[in-house]
C-alpha cells in the first residue's frame, strides 16, 4: 500500500518521540498528550520504513504511516499492570481486569480460536450431517439427589428452578420427539464449590442422534475433531486408538490414560507367587490381590531418591534396594527381564488389591512429571493423542451405602446388548455401552447408547438403583411413545481448547471466567442481596450461627 | 430405487392389512401387533406402487417396500392425543406431551429453520465479516433495581448470582478488551411473571463492533438477515427504510408501526384551530393539543358501528355522525379532503395531549384487525415490511417520579453528536443514538452506539439518573482504559423466527418452552424444594400467610 492514503484505528502501543518532519509539527502537541493503551484514528499516507529501520518480523514491519491527521477517541488513564506479553502479572489481578488481559496477544489468539473451532464443528455437524442445533431449557426440574444444581426461586413461594448439569433429558426427549439429529453448543452448571479448575457454568458440544449404535457415534466424533482441528497443530490421525476400562486400568491404573509415554503397569503376580517376602505374599494371597509394577526409565536417579524409597537397578544388573536381600537371583532375573528394566531404570513395586492399579497409576503420571521437571522429555507437548476407553461396568458399588448399587454414569445408559440378561441377576457385572473419549490423558467427552426401552429404564431406576421412578414419569412415559434407539456424546469444550492452546487452566479459553471460588472478581459476584429484595422471590437468608467461620471462604 | 435392496427405520405412520402376497406370510405376526408411532426397522426391495395407487402429492408417493424382514425397535403405548396435524389438540396438552407435539410436521419444520436460519447468521457474521463467536457469563452480578432478574444462591450464605436480561456489560467489555467484532446468539433471562407469549429464558442475536457508527451497525443487520432469510419466503428488499420516532409516532402513533398498510394518523389541528366544538377546542388550547384522525375505509361499516361510535362518510358526501351538526360545510370540506375520505369510509377523530397519538395507534391496529376479521385484506401475511426507527428520546420522565428522568433504553447510549451540549443543559431534549428493528410492527432489534468516555458516563448515572455510579465501577474503569468508540445490536431470535413462520406465538419456535405463567407443563418445574435440601443455599422459604391467595397462580 506505499504510496496509499490510509486510516487506521486503534491502540497506542509504543510512545517514541524523535520527528523532525515539519509537516507533522501541528500533529505535536496531540501526540505529546497520549498515552499507552489510548484509543486513536490516524490518517496519512504509507510509506517505507527509512533503512535499518525495518522490523521483518512484523506483518507490517517494512512500512509506516506518515501522519496527517489524528483523532483521540479515548485517552488511557493509568493502567493496573502493563499490556505487554512479557510483563508476568496475578491470576487474580488478571481476572479483577480481565478487559486488559484480553488484549494479550495468548488471550486473543485462544478466544479467536475457540470462535474458529466450534464454527468448524457447526458447519460439519449442520451442513455436512443435517444435526439440527437444538436449544434447550436451563430452568429446569431439580434431578433427585442433585446436590451440585445450582436452583433459582421462582415467583412462586417454595418452588424452584434449576440449573441442570447437561440437557440429557432434553436430548432423549428430541429423539423421541422425531429429531434424529440433534446438537447444542450448550451451557451447563454445576454447583461444585471451590474445586480447582472447575467452573460454575461450563460449554458442552452436545450430540446425539436416533438408529445408531457406539460406532456411529464414535466415527461422528472422530470426524468432528478432524475437521474442526486447527491447522497449525498438525493433522489428527483416524481412526482413535480404543482400550476398554479393563485394559486401561490393568496397564495405565486410570480410566483415562495418557498414552504419549510408555512406563505401563507390568504384572509381576506370578514371578512373586511362591515368594517369601511378607508383604508380596500377604497382598497375594488375598482374592483378587497384585504385584505391580512400573519401571522408569533412567537418567534422574537422584531426584528420586530424595522422593521416594525404590528398587534401582544397579550397572551390574543387581537391584540397590532392600527388596534385594528377600529375593532370590532368579527371581531377580525374572523381575528384571519382565520390565525391560535395564541399569540405572527405577523399579515402583506395589502389591495389594485392585486399588493399588489406581496408586501405580497416578506414580505413573507423578514420575513423568518429576522426569519432566528435571529436562527429561516423557510427553511430546505437540503430540495429541485421542484415545476411546470404552466397556466401562455400568453400576459402581456406593461410596456411602456399599450395599446399594449407583450408575457409573447415569441412569440411561444402556447395558452391553451381550450382558443384558446379568441386569436380572448380576448387575454388577454389567458393562455399558459407556464410551469416554481422551485425549492426552484428559476426558474430553463422554456418551452412551441409551435405554429406549420404558421397561428396561423403569427396571434400573426401581430395582437396580433403588429410586423413585415417579419423578422422571415424564421421560418414562416418553419412551412408551415410540422412542427410536438412540445415543449420544458430551464434549468438553473448555477443556479440549485448553489443550489445544496447551494451556494449564480452562479459564484461559473462556473470556470471563469465575475463580476457582466461583467469584468473578470483576463486577464481585456473586454479590450481597437485601432481605427486603429478597422478599420478591418468598426467600430469606440462613446466617452461619459463626459468622468467622465464613469469612474465611469469601477471598478469591 | 426401483429393484434395490433397503433399510428403513422410522415411526409407523399408518396401517393397512391387506397383503395377499405369501412372502410376506412370515412377518404378519410382527406387523399385526403393531400400533401407530411405534418404532420399526424394515428390510426390503423397492418396487413401484401398483397402477392407481401412487400419489403424486408425496415424495415417495410411486414406490413401496417388499418387506422381507422388520425389527420392532419400540411398540408405542396408548398416545395423548393422535400425532396428525388435523387433529387439534390444546396448548396445556401440547406442552405436557411436547415430545409428541414436536412430531408434528409445523413443529419439525420450525425448528429445523429455526438451526438453519441461525447457521446462516452465523457463516455471515463469522466467516463472512470477522466477528468472533464469544460465550459470556450467565451467573452474573445484580444489576441496581433489577426487579425482573433471577436470582441465584451461591454456597455463600447471603450472596447471589443472577441470571443477566442481556450481555450488555460484557460485550461492552469486550470492545474494550480489543475483540473488535463481537456475536453470542445468546440466552437472556427475565422475570416477568406471567404475561402473554413472554419466557422467563430467550435467545438474542447479540453483536457489538467497535470503531462503527449506526449506519455500519444497520447495514450490517441488513446484509445478515438478507443472508439468513429462507429462500421459500421471497427475497427482502435492502436498504430498510428508516424513520424517525417523531415520525413514527406523529404518523402511526406507535415507537413500532406496522407499515404493511397506511390508515395513518392525520393532523387535523388546523382544520380545527377557530371551531366551536367544545371538546375539540379544548383540546386545542392547551400547550401540545392536537386533532387527529385515521380513516378506515369502506366495506365493513356494520361491524364498527356496533363497536364504535364515529363519523362515517355519506354517499351524498355529508357525514353520519353528531358532529355533523357542529362543523360548517367548509370545515367538512375541508376535513373530507385532509383525510381523502370517500364515501362509506369511517373518520375516527381523537382530540386531546400527545397521548391521543398512542391511542389512535392502537384504534389504528384495532381497525386492521376488525376489517381482517370481516374478510377485508388488510395485511398481506406473504410480506416483510422491515423498517428502522432511530432518533429516540434518550431519556424519559419517571412514570413512578415525575421529577426525575430514566433511561429511554439503557444508561449506557450514547446522545446524538448534535444533541450531546443538551445533556448539561435539557437533557429531556437529548435524542440518544439508538435504534429499533421492526418488522410488520412487531421490534424485532433494538441497538445503540454506546458512550464510550467513563467522564460523560459517569455524569449520565450520576447527575442525570441520580444512580449510585460505584455500582458500574468496572465499567467505568474499563472506559478508562482505552475504550473505542463502539455499538451494537440484539435482535430477539424467537419473535423474528416466529414472524417468518407466520406464527402467533413465540412458543412455537420454541423446542421446550415456558406456559405463560412460567411452568414447564412436562416435567413440571418450577418444583418444590424441601426446607432440608434447601439448607446448603443458606437459604429458607417466607411462606405467604394465607396460601389459598397463592394456590391461584399455579394453574396453567
Redesign the interface.
Known sequence: HVGEKVTL?G?VQYLRFHSSNTSAWHLKSTLCDLTV???I?VTGTVRCRPEGQENKLMPTGEIEILAESVEV??L??K?PFEIKDFVKKSEALRMQ???????SSQM?RN??L???V??KM?EFL??MHGF???????????TPGG?KE??????????????PQSPQ??KQ??M????DRYFQIA?C?R?E?SKPDRQ??F?QVDIEM??VEQTGIMSLVEGLLQHSWPAELGPIHLPFNTMTFEEAMRDYGVDKPDTRFAMKLIDLSDIFMSTDVPFLRSALSQPGGYVQAICVPSGVVRTFKEKLSLVQVRENGTLNSPLKKLISPKTTAELLQRTGSRPGDLLLIAAGSLHTRTLLGHLRLQSAELLECCGVSVRDPSVFHFLWVVDFPLFLTSEHEPENLESAHHPFTAPLPEDTHLLYTEPQKVRGQHYDLVLNGCEVGGGSIRI???SEQRYVLKNILKEDPTLLT?LL?????????HGGIALGLDRLLSIMVASQSIRDV???P?SFR?H?L????????SEEE???????????MDLHT?SI??GF
Open positions: 484505528c491502540w493503551e489510548s484509543v484514528k477517541y479515548n488511557c488513564q493502567l481486569y480481565r478487559y486488559l488481559d484480553l488484549r486473543q478466544l479467536r475457540r470462535s474458529q466450534v464454527m457447526r449442520c451442513n439440527v442445533d437444538i436449544e434447550t431449557p436451563t430452568l429446569f426440574k431439580r446436590a445450582f436452583v433459582v426461586p421462582s415467583r412462586e413461594p417454595g418452588r424452584f428452578y434449576c440449573l433429558q432434553f426427549l428430541l423421541v420427539a422425531g429429531i451451557r452448571y454447583d464449590g460454575p457454568e460449554t436416533s438408529f429406549h426401552k420404558a415424564h412415559e416418553a419412551l412408551d411413545s415410540g422412542a427410536p434407539p473462556i473470556a470471563f469465575k466461583g468473578d470483576m463486577s464481585s459476584a456473586p454479590d450481597l442481596i429478597l422478599k420478591s422471590y418468598h426467600i430469606s437468608v440462613i446466617w452461619p465464613c471462604c469469601c
